[in-house]
């Protein structure tokens, strides 16, 4: 069996406030954002990708208490998940559901940030989170 995965697409974190994060790591560290600040509706947050040569970031604030990130923030987790980019995601998944033990926590959907982006959660028993997407062509 075949993981499908490419490489890392992006390291989530979780905040508080967005804009004024955004801000820090634009004007403090270098990097550009790649997106607006735009809903995640089917998630309840609010993201913003932001890249530094290479590294591709996403800032994730929870819409409201409902949001699945926002116990994480009140625990005061900051680094969410690594998103791995996979050629095909719904192989991928059953891969790590077998290989690795991981739950399906978020079902594969369409991204509301990402165009022509497909995407899953996963999570071990650890709380390990793990995302994986598939850009469609």
């Known amino acids: 069996m075949e993981s499908h995965i490419v490489g890392i697409h992006h390291i989530g974190i979780v905040v508080s406030d967005i804009q004024a994060k955004s801000d820090i790591y634009v004007n403090t560290f270098g990097y550009t954002p790649e997106s607006d600040i735009i809903p995640e509706n089917n998630q309840k947050v609010i993201v913003q990708f932001l890249s530094l040569g290479e590294t591709r970031i996403e800032l994730i604030q929870p819409m409201d208490e409902d949001s699945p990130v926002y116990k994480f923030l009140q625990k005061g987790g900051i680094i969410n998940h690594i998103c791995y980019e996979t050629d095909d995601v719904d192989e991928a998944v059953k891969y790590l559901r ?30 390990e989170v793990i995302e994986l997407l598939q850009f469609m062509d």
């Open 98 to 127: 077998k290989q690795y033990r991981a739950v399906l926590t978020y079902s594969v959907n369409w991204s509301e940030s990402l165009e022509k982006c497909r995407y899953a959660f996963l999570a071990k028993p650890d709380g």
